[in-house]
C-alpha cells in the first residue's frame, strides 16, 4: 500500500492556492501552480517531501514561450538553472530521485552538459538516460529473426538546413540524486530477452525480463493540428515522465513534482498512475490546457470509482 503523502507546505505563510486541482486514479491529488518554481517549490513543498521530479525546463533557445523570455544571456540562464537545483535540492527526498529532460541544438551540443554541470553542482549524475526521438534501422542490422520487411524509418524529428549538422533525433533525460547511490526498479520498465537459448536462469530470476538500458526510444504521438492537438512550443510525451517515475519505483512515490509543467504531460502520466503530484508553470495559458487533459482523463475513467463518482475528480480551475 502506497504510505500517505506528507504534508505540503511550511507552516506560517498563506501562499495562495492552486490554480487547478485535479483527481487521479485512486482519487490521487494533483495541483498546478501559476508561480515560479524557483521560488515555488520550497515555498510549498516541505523540505525532503517530494520522491520525484521529472522536468523539462526552457533550453534558452529563443523558443516563443506565452511567458517566458527564452533568449537570455547564457550565464544568466545557466545561474538561473543553479539556483533551480537548489530549489529541487531542498524539496527532493533524501531517496528521491530529479529526472531533468534537455537537449540542444545540433549547433550547441554542449548546452545540456553545462546544464547538467549547474545541477551537478547540487545534486549528483547518478544516470545518463538518451531519449531517442526518431531512429533508422536498417534491415540488415536487425538479422533474420527478426523478420523486417524493409529498413525502419520511425519517430518524428525536426529537420534543419545545414551541411555541417545532422538533425538532433535524440535529447538527454539526466538523473540526479542526492548521494548516486538511490536504487531503481529496473524491471519495471524492463524488456523480455530476446534470444532465451542461454538465459533460463536470469528469466527465472526476473519474470523474462532485462534492464532496458539508457536508450529510451519514445516517439510523439502523430498530431494533425498543433494549435489544437498540442497547444505549447516545447513538450515531452507523457510517455516520458511515465518511464521516469516506473523507474523509480511507484510503490515509493508519496508524492510527485514538475516544476515546469507546460501543458501537463506530466500531470497526465501521474494522474494515469494515481501518483499524487504538484506542477508549476507561469503561463496561465498552459496550465488552463493541462486542466483540460487531466478533465479529459477523468471522463475517461470507468465509472462506479467510489471517490472520483462522488465528488467528480477534476473541480477545474481553483477560484482564487
Ligand atoms: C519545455 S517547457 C515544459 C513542457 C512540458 N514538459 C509539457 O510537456 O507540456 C518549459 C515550461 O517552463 C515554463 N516556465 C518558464 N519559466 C518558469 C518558471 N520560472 N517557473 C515555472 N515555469 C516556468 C514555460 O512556461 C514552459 O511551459
Not at 516544476?259 to 506542477?279: C, D, E, K, T, Y
Request: aromatic share 8%; net charge positive.
Amino acid at each position: 500500500m502506497r504510505a500517505a503523502p506528507p504534508a505540503a507546505a511550511r507552516p506560517g505563510s498563506e501562499p495562495p492556492p492552486p490554480f487547478a486541482l485535479a483527481h487521479g486514479a485512486g482519487d490521487a491529488e494533483i495541483r498546478l501552480f501559476l508561480e515560479d518554481s524557483v521560488a515555488g517549490l520550497p515555498r510549498r513543498l516541505a523540505p525532503g517531501s517530494v520522491d520525484v521530479l521529472v522536468t523539462s525546463p526552457p533550453y534558452n533557445l529563443g523558443v516563443e514561450y506565452a511567458a517566458y523570455d527564452d533568449a537570455r544571456p547564457r550565464e544568466e540562464y545557466l545561474d538561473w538553472i543553479g539556483r533551480l537545483a537548489a530549489s529541487v535540492r531542498t524539496v527532493l527526498a533524501p531517496a528521491g530521485s530529479f529526472f531533468l529532460n534537455v537537449g540542444g541544438p545540433p549547433r550547441d551540443p554542449r548546452l545540456p552538459w553545462e546544464i547538467s554541470a549547474r545541477v551537478e553542482g547540487q545534486l549528483v549524475l547518478q544516470n545518463v538516460i538518451h531519449w531517442v526521438k526518431s531512429i533508422a534501422i536498417d534491415r540488415s542490422a536487425v538479422g533474420s529473426s527478426h523478420r523486417l520487411a524493409r529498413d525502419l524509418t520511425v519517430g518524428h524529428y525536426k529537420p534543419i538546413q545545414s551541411d555541417r549538422y545532422l538533425h538532433g533525433a535524440h535529447e538527454y533525460i539526466f538523473h540526479y540524486t542526492h548521494r548516486g547511490d538511490v536504487p531503481l526498479d529496473r524491471l519495471a520498465v524492463g524488456v523480455p530477452y530476446q534470444d532465451t537459448s542461454n538465459v533460463a536462469r536470469w528469466r527465472r530470476a526476473s519474470g523474462g525480463l532485462r534492464c532496458r538500458g539508457n536508450t529510451w526510444f519514445l516517439p510523439y504521438a502523430t498530431i494533425r493540428r498543433r494549435r489544437t492537438d498540442r497547444p505549447h512550443p516545447a513538450t515531452f510525451p507523457p510517455e516520458l515522465p511515465d518511464r521516469c517515475f516506473r523507474l523509480h519505483g511507484l510503490s515509493r512515490i508519496r508524492l510527485a513534482a514538475d516544476p515546469f509543467v507546460g501543458i501537463g504531460s506530466s500531470a497526465v502520466a501521474a494522474a494515469r498512475l494515481g501518483l499524487p503530484f504538484v506542477g508549476f508553470d507561469v503561463a496561465e495559458e498552459y496550465l488552463a490546457e493541462a486542466a483540460r487533459r487531466l478533465q479529459a482523463l477523468a471522463a475517461e475513467r470507468p465509472a462506479g470509482r467510489p471517490r472520483a463518482a462522488r465528488r467528480g475528480p477534476v473541480t477545474g480551475p481553483a477560484t482564487p
